[in-house]
């Protein structure tokens, strides 16, 4: 038989075999997506880094919608956001450190920290190099994959101690918005044979300003401390969100720091993940196209109900940056990014559609809410203003999902942490059941097995 007609007869068999009636799943009690019938997540672990509330249960048991809080270890991120901005400082370097180690650290330690993440964001020579003649077309992958190498020049990579496991957390926070930034001048250069620009990030500069100074070199005070916060916020988001639970399970077989937190570059990738703020950008330049007058709200409604109805745009009967897992009232990170929105699109000029994307969302929640949610409570997510806040920067779409790993390095590290100092380590494994029905099958040997039709 030709390989090629193997293949196209084995992906054939998929249907067949791949598909579970989805009868079985409530017959066994499985809860598909570690998801409760109430929409809340299956509890399957404890932690203490961060905290991610959206509804109160009672007595009974039935969720009761609030408004929406998070919390990195114990304090709400609106306190810390506030703070940041009182003070005219960046304070992902902050955010970080009370992540990693679990409380807030004075101005001593503070300066200490950032100079041990300036002194650590250089990269080795040899990883530089084999970054820069690397051909993909996904900065995530390149990403997995430099981490990957990061394994290579550390002296003990197998290391689980507490100290050691500190020092690639730190040097891993580091690294990424080096990689992030070359990756992407080198992905131009082999894809559209743009210059390669290689800048040193410098020791004076903040994670923020680095990025944006290995990135394009020229920025302004507003882009550096907008996505300073942008980092802050989506720094950690509880052990249950997808890519933190990878690097959880994946620690917990004792397996190294970079083959975990490379697990959790591919976990956030995937488009139900980390790729929802691209999403929203995309369909809003669709908006912009098809709405005739950006301060109509019947119009703005009208198409966005045929969006609900599958009847446009993508027909997938959604509006990317309406609902969330979690928060139902409210997502505490929007009104932060709404107020930023409003400040950095004043700057460039563009207020306009700052007011156009804010009437878009007030007509999304209520549609959403009333043709989807049966009139329950939904609110805009994070992604709603994030993407928009990116694109006013003036950073590239490739690079959005990458910054948002370049945050979340910092909680997966502090999972991480947490998951190997449990008391009585143990792999995490849960069970599925097996539901075939021609168990145990007669098995048929090779020679008296008939012919492919």
């Known amino acids: 038989m030709n390989p090629d007609d193997l293949s196209a007869r084995l992906a054939a068999t998929i249907p067949d075999t791949a598909r579970i009636d989805d009868a079985l799943f409530d017959r066994y009690g499985v ?30 048991g039935k969720l009761h919608p609030i408004p929406g809080r998070l919390y990195y270890r114990g304090y709400d991120i609106d306190d810390i956001v506030r703070s940041v901005e009182a003070d005219n400082r960046f304070g992902f370097e902050e955010t970080a450190f009370l992540l990693l180690a679990g409380y807030l650290p004075c101005s001593d330690e503070l300066e200490a920290f950032r100079q041990l993440i300036a002194q650590k964001m250089t990269l080795p020579r040899e990883a530089l190099m084999s970054l820069l003649a690397l051909k993909s077309s996904h900065v995530m992958n390149t990403l997995a994959r430099s981490v990957l190498e990061l394994y290579t020049h550390d002296p003990d990579p197998e290391s689980l101690s507490p100290e050691h496991e500190m020092r690639q957390s730190t040097r891993l926070l580091a690294s990424f918005p080096a990689i992030i930034a070359y990756s992407y001048h080198s992905m131009q250069h082999h894809l559209l044979g743009w210059p390669l620009n290689v800048r040193l990030p410098k020791r004076d500069l903040s ?23 942008l980092l802050i916020l989506h720094a950690e988001h509880g052990g249950g969100n997808n890519s933190a639970f990878t690097v959880r399970v994946t620690s917990s077989t004792l397996t190294d720091i970079y083959s975990a937190i490379s697990a959790g570059i591919g976990s956030l990738k995937g488009t139900l993940h980390g790729g929802a703020n691209l999403c929203v950008v995309d369909m809003f330049d669709h908006l912009k196209t ?25 027909h997938t009967g959604l509006v990317y940056g309406v609902g969330h897992a979690v928060y139902t009232i409210s997502d505490p990170r929007v009104a932060l990014l709404r107020g930023m929105s409003r400040q950095l699109a004043a700057e460039k000029g563009r207020s306009d559609e700052f ?21 329950a409570p939904v609110a805009l997510n994070v992604d709603f203003f994030s993407g928009f806040l990116y694109n006013l920067i003036g950073i590239p779409k490739e690079l959005y999902l990458p910054i948002f790993a370049m945050s979340r390095i910092t909680g997966w590290t502090a999972h991480r942490i947490e998951e190997l100092n449990f008391s009585g380590r143990r792999s995490i494994r849960p069970a599925y059941r097996n539901v075939i029905e021609t168990q145990p099958a007669k098995y048929m040997p090779l020679n008296d097995r008939p012919p492919a039709e």
């Open 31 to 60: 809860k598909r997506g570690l998801r409760n019938d109430d929409g809340s997540g299956v509890l399957v672990g404890l932690t203490k880094i961060g905290d991610v509330v959206g509804y109160d249960r009672d007595l009974a």
């Open 355 to 375: 007011e156009f994307l804010e009437l878009v969302g007030r007509e999304a929640v209520e549609l959403v809410s009333r043709l989807k949610k049966n009139g």
């Open 207 to 229: 994670i923020a300003e680095n990025f944006l100074y290995m990135l394009r070199e020229e920025y302004t005070e507003l882009d550096a401390h907008i996505l300073d916060v």
């Open 290 to 314: 098809v709405i005739t007058d950006w301060s109509d709200a019947v119009e703005i409604r009208a198409y966005l109900e045929k969006m609900l109805r599958k009847q446009a745009y993508d």
